[in-house]
């Protein structure tokens, strides 16, 4: 039972990493709130189902979703910078607005993927393990790319720009190129997460974004918690995504495991966020207050 739990988890928790790191990027690193990644997560599933239904090569359709996620966050960026929307209202409204997209793009509420390859048959990939393996790389790949943008010029400033917008004014970047930084590879990650999901789970769903943005926060904050120190911010950074996303899936493929029924995972899931949320706050209180009382016992 134990092994089937953990296999359940990797391959149902693996393709959200990518989901839960653009939301990181938002919501830590830049401490904003983008529910665009709810429409761009069934957007990219979309049309990366529509894709492998037509006979496209699944690692283009899989790109073909992923830039499809990326164009939302633009979209959404242009509606924060042109009309100045907040970002969070802006998001709502695209989130809402890609619905109808993503039913288009289907021409139906659902789009199954039954008889039509996938990334796993391309590479000969066959069962949970081979499944596990093609995603492992894939997110590693993910990962990786994501350390070393966060590396280079533009990634240090979309780094300061949520501790120190002055700063990074100061430095020559403006406001709108922090904005596309942060919002364009934030959907484009959450539009592969889906593009992905579907092949996994073998169809598309219009409601399938629906809760992801709540999911990947808990996910974010479940994560923060488990990996609280590391000699470098980019290893913290990856291991709380990619630890909060396996821990937050593990949860929900245990409570199945026990026999909590399928209606009530969302319940799970409200209560792991708020779990994660009281843990963080009271905990930081109190780890601080015990800092606080060692320092003064050794100045006495």
């Given amino acids: 039972m134990i092994l ?8 149902t928790g693996l393709p959200l990493v990518p989901l839960a790191l653009g939301v990181y990027l938002v919501f830590r690193i830049r401490q904003d709130f983008d529910l665009t990644v709810e429409g761009s997560f069934a957007l990219g599933g979309a049309v990366s189902a529509t894709a492998l239904a037509a ?5 283009l359709a899989v790109l073909a979703g992923s830039l499809a996620g990326a164009l ?7 509606l924060h910078l042109a009309l100045g ?27 199954g993927l039954t008889r039509v390859d996938t990334i796993f048959s391309a590479v000969g990939a066959a069962g949970d393990t081979g499944q596990i393996v093609v995603l492992a ?23 300061a720009s949520g501790a120190s917008p002055v700063m990074v004014r100061s430095l020559g970047i ?7 930084l942060s919002l364009c590879p934030a959907n484009l990650l959450a539009a592969l997460s889906g593009a992905t999901v579907v092949q996994v789970q073998g169809f598309a769903d219009v409601n399938m974004g629906i809760g992801m943005f709540v999911a990947a926060v808990g996910a974010v904050l479940l994560g923060s918690l488990l990996v609280r120190s590391s000699a470098s911010q980019l290893l913290r950074i990856v291991g709380a995504v990619l630890v909060g996303a396996l821990a937050y899936r593990l949860v929900l493929v245990g409570a199945l495991r026990i026999g909590l029924p399928a209606a009530d995972l969302k319940g799970v899931t409200a209560l792991t966020l708020l779990a994660a949320i009281t843990v963080q706050r009271y905990g930081s209180l ?3 207050r015990a800092r606080a009382a060692r320092a003064g016992a050794v100045g006495r």
């Avoid at 907040?86 to 789009?111: E, Y």
């Avoid at 790389?137 to 780094?159: D, K, P, Q, W, Y």
Wanted: charge should be negative; hydrophobic fraction near 60%; glycine fraction near 16%.
């Fill in 137 to 159: 790389v894939l997110v590693a790949a993910v990962l990786g790319g994501f350390a070393l943008f966060l590396r280079t010029e533009a990634g240090l400033a979309l780094r």
């Fill in 72 to 78: 939302a966050g633009g979209v959404t960026a242009a």
């Fill in 286 to 288: 109190f780890s601080g």
């Fill in 55 to 59: 006979g496209t090569n699944p690692f």
């Fill in 4 to 11: 089937n739990i953990v296999l359940d988890t990797l391959v």
């Fill in 174 to 180: 403006g406001d709108p190129t922090v904005v596309l």
């Fill in 85 to 111: 929307i907040p970002v969070l209202l802006a998001g709502l409204v695209m989130s809402i607005g890609l619905f109808s997209v993503t039913l288009h793009v289907l021409g139906g509420p659902t789009v």
